[in-house]
């Protein structure tokens, strides 16, 4: 670890504190902006610290071996192997500190569940997600709300819209997008024999007016009346929403709340969000060319995972992970274990770069 680039941003940090200091309080946006810098700093600048003082400690130690008192030697040698052993560590700790973050990280997303191949089996298994990550996102304190929903006779999704709001959950969800296949024996299935069906899930990092500026003219509005299962009408009113971005042809509706501008809202909402993430994308596919630090190829169509029942496991693809933990998985209480593994594959990449 180089002690130029440690001291580099101790500066900074220096620099940061400074300006906090002395800004007006007037200055609000600017002073939130640099509160965030400063809070998300102070981690990797304690290390950064704690690094520089170990080595210093290091180098005296280095100087007591020369000496000719044999005790003195022998007690600088054992504080020498511990003192490697905590920077080794240290260094560890502090490359991953380094490591960029997405800027999208901290953000709330948009969940997008599709039932894909496999009928009324793929729509009970839309299902299955949709419950797994409205569970796991209880078990993290995050917010979540559905913004549009299309279900089958039996209990199934055809298609949901999650909002899923609370601390970095852009960052923690972001692998979830991509294939999931199951593979199970269906109730209506007498021979017992075990079927495969699949749905997607596209995971979008929620946008603001900020990111994404549209422009009133650029709309299609169509307004409709709601239908639930097999076609049903279930408002007696025309309050559902489908709006069209006619420059790119994103397109997002909304049928969930009986109130027209309330369905508006979330249809805005999801379609903002959309179109951010294919302004995301065609810069990601840019830096691509110099850099490869996606986890597979982010290809929804990609199969990511597979959930087994019959022998109650689930796997990634990815990062070729079994474990035998299907119901706790679907109940949301160990996908933990599945997404903080993937984090560190994606880490381990970035660091090899």
């Known amino acids: 670890m180089e002690k130029k680039k440690l001291e ?3 500066d900074n940090f220096s620099d940061l504190e400074n300006k906090l200091n002395n800004m007006s309080s007037e200055n609000f ?14 981690p990797l600048v304690e290390s950064s610290k704690e690094y520089i003082k170990l080595q210093k400690e290091l180098d005296d130690t280095e100087e007591l071996i020369l000496s000719n008192d044999i005790e003195l030697k022998r007690e600088a040698e054992n504080e020498k192997e511990r003192l490697k052993k905590r920077i080794l560590n240290l260094e560890d700790e502090l490359k991953f500190m380094l490591i960029p973050k997405d800027a999208s990280d901290e953000r709330n997303a948009i969940i997008e569940i599709r039932a894909g191949t496999g009928g009324e089996e793929a729509a009970l298994f839309a299902s299955d997600l949709l419950r797994m990550y409205a569970k796991y996102s209880e078990l993290k304190n995050w917010k979540t709300e559905v913004m549009d929903i299309s279900q089958t006779d039996h209990n199934g999704v055809k298609e949901v819209i999650l909002n899923v709001s609370g601390k970095d959950v852009f960052g923690n969800l972001k692998f979830e997008s991509g294939t999931h296949r199951v593979q199970r024996v269906p109730q209506t299935e007498s021979g017992g024999r075990v079927h495969t069906s699949a749905a997607t899930v596209a995971v979008l990092p929620e946008a603001n007016d900020i990111d994404v500026e549209i422009q009133e003219k650029d709309l299609r509005i169509d307004i409709f009346r709601s239908s639930g ?18 420059p790119t042809g994103v397109v997002a509706q909304c049928q969930d709340e009986k109130s027209q501008h309330k369905n508006k809202a979330k249809a805005m909402k999801v379609l903002r969000s959309r179109i951010f993430e294919i302004e995301t994308k065609k810069k990601e596919d840019e830096r691509a060319l110099e850099r490869k630090t996606q986890v597979g190829t982010g290809d929804r169509s990609e199969r990511i995972r597979t959930y087994n029942f019959p022998q ?7 990062i070729s992970l079994t474990l035998y933990k299907l119901e706790q998985i679907l109940n949301g209480e160990f996908l ?4 903080s593994g993937l984090i560190a594959d994606s880490n381990i990449k970035k660091l090899s770069e």
Not at 29 to 42: H, I, Q
């Open 8 to 10: 580099s941003i101790l």
């Open 29 to 42: 946006s600017e002073y939130a902006k640099l509160s965030k810098e400063y809070s998300d700093l102070k």
């Open 229 to 246: 299962p097999g076609g049903q009408s279930v408002n007696t009113t025309d309050s559902a929403v489908r709006i069209t971005h006619e």
């Open 312 to 318: 109650g496991r689930v796997t990634d693809h990815r």
């Open 336 to 339: 933990d274990e599945i997404i």
